[in-house]
């Protein structure tokens, strides 16, 4: 369906040859044309209203050096006017610009009593959906209540005796289901833990997808993990992908009691995203990313494909830039915005990071200890606990060695298609 915008003064000039337009009623009374006695070009105007592309061309006034045809122009101009004007409220424009929830690639289905399973539908199975059954316990959940009264959908990967868990915020174009499969394989890889979650509007969550939800979204997952199943926050990472990380640093900037912060892709602010030689901050600009990382002091890691096409990477080395908690950034070159993870160097870099959070977030006692290439030593109860570096090995035993507290990584490739499918931020 097209949408029809009108709004052309009697005296406006043709688009087309200058001349000015003159009105005219068309055989059907509910449309009005305006039509150049100069070239033929005519436009519709006085209405907004849904016309599908036949009834365009029935209502076309052909004629000679036209120029362009009026349902093309109409359109683009409708196609605007329907972006900005209805209503003209800054949220709502942001949501048609920069929101893409697909259809919902899974099912949540009851299995009696408090159990829940889901079922997913790969890219390439069509409508056929496939039980999801990870080797890990899995925990469905559909009843994550957020403070503006919407209903989440989410999954828990409980890995068990995983030290971290990562709370997840995916990208745009995609939901839980799309994401599941990746999340498998980076939980088993990883030896870790995931919460994921879909936006108001995404997947089987009610709603729509605005950005003041977006953060009270995450604030209701962080919830469900701390209350409903006990997670430590100092045992929580949280991961933003590409618009996820709007969320993620919204939350962590004002928890800074989680282990640490990994942004994948991220935007410095919406629109810097349209405009990327842009430096300035607007009122209007949504996710402002940048305005909010000089708070963040727990470590952050920032992961950008060198070559990513949606969101420059110069929008990653901003926020590394500018947050006081940035170690080490990934740079990955060549990778573009959805084939990052599929790199090897980046489950080594994330492996890594999560050694050095799970190290920063120790118990005051181990604090003072380097973050990265540190072995803690577990002591009998009269001695004092150590720290040893990996060059001084003096009194270490092998029981002591196999104590050590850290987190291993395989270069095993993430799942091709996994998250792919985003085109906006």
């Given amino acids: 369906m097209w949408w029809m915008v009108s709004g052309f003064a009697s005296a406006s000039p043709c688009l087309s040859c200058a001349n000015n337009l003159n009105d005219q009623i068309s055989h059907d009374s509910q449309l009005q044309q305006r039509v150049c006695l100069g070239c033929g070009f005519s436009v519709l105007s006085f209405s907004i209203m849904e016309y599908s592309e036949q009834d365009m061309l029935e209502y076309e006034v052909e004629g000679e050096g036209r120029g362009c045809g009026c349902w093309a122009c109409c359109v683009c101009i409708g196609a605007v006017c329907k972006i900005a004007c209805c209503p003209p409220c800054p949220r709502h424009i942001v949501a048609k610009l920069a929101f893409g929830p697909p259809t919902p690639t899974y099912k949540i289905e009851d299995e009696g009593g408090q159990r ?13 959906f496939f039980p999801l059954a990870p080797p890990i316990p899995f925990h469905v959940l559909r009843d994550i209540r957020t403070r503006r009264g919407n209903t989440l959908c989410g999954y828990y990967l409980e890995n068990p005796g995983a030290p971290m868990t990562l709370l997840f915020s995916h990208g745009n174009a995609i939901d839980i289901g799309m994401s599941s499969l990746f999340l498998v394989e980076l939980a088993m890889d990883l030896g870790v833990s995931i919460f994921a979650y879909d936006y108001s509007g995404y997947g089987l ?7 003041h939800n977006l953060y009270a979204d995450i604030e209701a997952a962080y919830q469900c993990m701390t209350e409903r199943f006990g997670l430590d926050p100092s045992n929580i990472v949280v991961y933003g992908q590409s618009i996820g990380s709007a969320p993620s640093v919204h939350l962590v900037s004002t928890h800074q009691d989680m282990a640490g912060l990994i942004l994948h892709a991220p935007v410095a602010s919406g629109i810097r995203v349209l405009r990327p030689g842009c ?77 050095h959070a799970l190290a920063t977030s120790l118990p005051p006692v181990l604090q003072t200890q380097p973050p990265l290439g540190v072995t803690a030593v577990a002591t ?46």
């Fill in 380 to 425: 009998t109860s009269d001695a004092p606990t150590t720290v040893t570096d990996d060059s001084q090995k003096q009194d270490e035993t092998p029981q002591q060695h196999e104590s050590a507290t850290h987190v291993t990584a395989t270069n095993v490739g993430a799942r091709s298609g996994a998250l792919s499918g985003e085109t906006i931020v």
């Fill in 279 to 355: 430096s300035r901050t607007w009122c209007c600009d949504p996710f402002q990313n940048i305005e909010k990382v000089h708070r963040i002091h727990i470590p952050t890691l920032v992961i950008h494909g060198t070559a990513d096409e949606v969101v420059a990477v110069s929008h990653g080395m901003s926020l590394h830039e500018r947050c006081p908690g940035s170690t080490d950034p990934l740079w990955v070159p060549g990778a573009k915005h959805n084939n990052v993870e599929m790199y090897p160097e980046y489950r080594a870099k994330v492996a890594q990071f999560l050694e």
């Fill in 116 to 128: 829940l399973s889901m079922s997913v539908r790969p890219p390439e199975s069509g409508d056929q």
């Fill in 205 to 211: 969550s009610t709603g729509s997808a605005r950005e």
